[in-house]
């Protein structure tokens, strides 16, 4: 299984991105998916996954601001990320896993996101 991630870059406070994770098989297969973020000596968040099912759930840093998504027919998941604030400012990281409990068995490469104040 690979997770390549796309879609980082500079942005200002209050602008948007949209993250992509490209899976090289049917997102379908995956029990869950999602994003995890890692910021400069700060700790490792999980801040949305998406069930096979479609249930969704979000950290409450983000909450109410991005949104997790994914397209079947493309193999690929998204983040969109409105409402920018610079403490969003991480490395970002799609993860996936075929077991419904537990840690994320595939990791993608980051890819960053800089917010600009």
């Known amino acids: 299984v690979q997770l390549q991630a796309s879609g980082g870059g500079l942005v200002q406070a209050g602008g948007s991105l949209r993250l992509s994770c490209a899976a090289s098989?049917?997102?379908?297969?995956?029990?869950?998916m999602g994003w995890y973020r890692q910021a400069p000596g700060k700790q490792r968040e999980l801040v949305a996954f998406i069930t096979s099912g479609g249930v969704t759930k979000y950290s409450d840093s983000v909450k109410g601001r991005f949104t997790i998504s994914g397209d079947n027919a493309k193999d690929t998941m998204y983040l969109q990320m409105n409402s920018l604030k610079p403490e969003d400012t991480a490395d970002y990281f799609c993860?996936?896993?075929?077991?419904?409990?537990?840690?994320?068995?595939?990791w993608g490469l980051g890819t960053l996101v800089t917010v600009s104040s």
């Open positions: 993860v996936a896993d075929f077991s419904t409990r537990g840690g994320y068995s595939y």
């Open positions: 098989r049917s997102i379908l297969e995956f029990a869950r």
